[in-house]
């Protein structure tokens, strides 16, 4: 199994990012995602995630402004992101639950099978 987490980049405040995840050898429906995120001198942080049945979840810093879907095609997990602030700025990373915890709204960080790599999303001021 392996997570291909791509998509950040530096853009100005205001400004919108889609990050993907990509799970190769696991099967769409089959595991939630969560997208984590750990910025500078910060701890790391649930931002959104999504059940194996589709049902999202968002942080509070998340809700209004990002968005979490599912591509069953590309086996791909997206995390939309609008109206980022200098604050968003981060390394964002997917992770992937195919445990029984799966189908549940909120998962713990140890339900997490599997881990991506990390993405850098830098928002300038």
């Known amino acids: 199994v392996q997570l291909q987490a791509s998509g950040g980049g530096v853009v100005q405040a205001g400004g919108s990012l889609r990050l993907s995840c990509v799970a190769s050898g696991l099967v769409f429906g089959s595991y939630a995602m969560g997208w984590y995120r750990q910025g500078p001198g910060k701890e790391r942080e649930l931002v959104a995630s999504?059940?194996?049945?589709?049902?999202?979840y968002y942080a509070d810093s998340a809700k209004g402004r990002f968005s979490i879907s599912g591509d069953n095609a590309k086996n791909t997990v997206y995390l939309q992101m609008n109206s980022l602030k200098p604050e968003d700025t981060a390394v964002y990373y997917c992770a992937a639950d195919v445990g029984p915890s799966r189908a549940k709204l909120v998962r713990f960080d140890w339900e997490y099978d599997y881990w991506g790599q990390g993405t850098l999303v830098t928002v300038s001021s």
């Open positions: 999504i059940s194996n049945g589709g049902r999202p």
